[in-house]
């Protein structure tokens, strides 16, 4: 009867164990059978081998030791002969595992000590990995907890079933919390240390808002609103721009609610974070133009390759395009993805001025012409001397004030500067090294070559060797400034897709690649069938 009891009470404790660790009443089992094993390990010597089983439905307890069947024996804990196999089991062969049943033993205190530490910490294991399991697949959630406690200015949370932290960097600047507090917060990284699954939650993150959006605003949760990017200064002022697929619904409409009752929700979460709700725009210049809202802006020039955009605004909308302290065009950039340089009419109008001054000066002294010509020629639109070089002739001699006769002196002299210039460059080519075998690849030309062998690339396996950044540059964001870094070819305006196309081909000339086949077309089936009814 105390048998019974004892294995009765066995269950009861794994029963226990698992509800309040939220675990597998399996693992607790297979953790008491690890233990029992250790504890028998101890009594029978360290070298058996002990196989300890304990039937999930009555709690009895099966001990048993397992020999291995040789032809000779070399340990007599763990080997039995063929001979001596075969009484207990006559189909035994040699490489068979012959199990022993052990009588039940008493645990002594040290054994009884160190199966309670195999117990606790192979349930310890199994609770953190139910832990991991549970909260990798929750990044991207929002979370509710209560505060544990606070430790140098970084939040513990208590989830219920698991502990997170809010460091103090993922803070709203200014907030405080005391323990009991009840928090919500972003799950954004749940990652396996060696004290256990770290979870941790953020309310300074981007999503973080669009999150709380989602909860306050049907339309997202249901994905008829589709909110696009979002940029915060946290507790100081965000922007977040939406969409709607339902051509009838106002995006930001819904958003604000009614008097404002839906963002005033979000606003009180995040301390009082101002919030532009912005429509989002496919076209970029449309949607910057939104972005730097409440500030007007006259006009906009996209550089595309270099994602820059220059927004020019009336001479008294500079200080609220800016924002105190960069914050609305810095918000802005980060919505859009663009760099966004801003402009007064006025400064704009200089440097239209300064421009036209330059390419004025460069026509006179690359085609030897008076201050008119030069001005006539830039206020035309043309902007280099190959322009001039390779343009139509009637397009020039229908200039006012030029005929066919100046219009053709103007080419030819731009032709000869450029060819004088070429000419200089292969000079300066020649010095530097530079392979003539590299003219061969395309898109390169003598001015690139000068560039490429100042930077030490001298033949078609230097270029095939390098990166697209290497050769055009790349920009990096560092403490929220975009920093330039020059490539080989600064100076000289190039794509990177014209640049990459160069480095490809620079890689097929020195045989590193092979070239890439395009598939001939084919001919469709009825123009073939209307050819042979013709003939």
Known sequence: ?????????????????????????????????????????????????????????????????????????????????????????????????????????????????????????????????????????????????????????????????????????????????????????????VRREQRGPQIFLSRTHPQFMAKLFAQEVPEIYDGIIEVKSVARDPGSRAKIAVISRDSSIDPVGACVGMRGSRVQAVVNELQGEKIDIIPWSADAATFIVN??????????????????????VPDDQLSLAIGRRGQNVRLASQLTGWDIDILTEAEESERRQKEFLERTNTFMQALDVDEVVGQLLASEGFRSVEELAYVELAELASIEGFDEDTASEIQNRAREFLAKQEAELDGRRKELGVADELRDVDGVTTAMMVKLGENDVKTIEDLAG??????????????????????FLDGIEISREDAEAMIMNARVKAGWVEAAVEPEPVEDDAEVGAEASES
Do not use: H
């Not at 972005?291 to 020019?312: C, F, G, M, N």
């Open 1 to 189: 009867m105390a048998v019974s009891a004892n294995r009765l009470e066995l269950l009861q404790i794994a029963d226990a164990v698992a509800r309040e660790k939220s675990i597998s009443r399996e693992i607790v089992l297979n953790s008491m059978e690890d233990a029992l094993q250790k504890a028998a390990r101890s009594r029978y010597g360290q070298e058996t081998e002990i196989r300890v089983e304990i039937n999930p439905r009555t709690g009895e307890v099966r001990t048993s030791r397992l020999m291995l069947v040789v032809d000779q024996i070399e340990s007599d804990a763990t080997q039995i002969l063929l001979a001596d196999a075969r009484k207990r089991n006559p189909a035994a062969q040699v490489g068979d595992w012959i199990a022993e049943t052990l009588p039940p033993f008493d645990f002594g205190r040290i054994a009884a000590q160190s199966a309670k530490q195999v117990i606790v910490q192979k349930v310890r294991e199994a609770e953190r990995d139910r832990q991991y399991q549970e909260y990798k697949d929750r990044i991207g959630e929002i979370v509710n907890g209560v505060v544990k406690r606070v430790e140098y200015g970084n939040v513990i949370i208590d989830l219920g079933r698991g502990e997170a932290i809010v460091r103090r960097d993922e803070l709203i600047p200014r907030e405080m919390f005391r323990p009991g507090d009840r928090v919500r917060a972003y799950v954004y990284d």
């Open 291 to 312: 972005a730097l809202q409440p500030a007007e802006v006259v006009k906009v020039v996209l550089d595309e390759d270099s994602a820059r955009i220059e927004v020019v």
């Open 466 to 487: 390098c990166a697209t950044d290497d050769l055009v540059g790349w920009t990096e964001r560092k403490d929220g400034e975009t920093i330039k870094n020059a490539g």
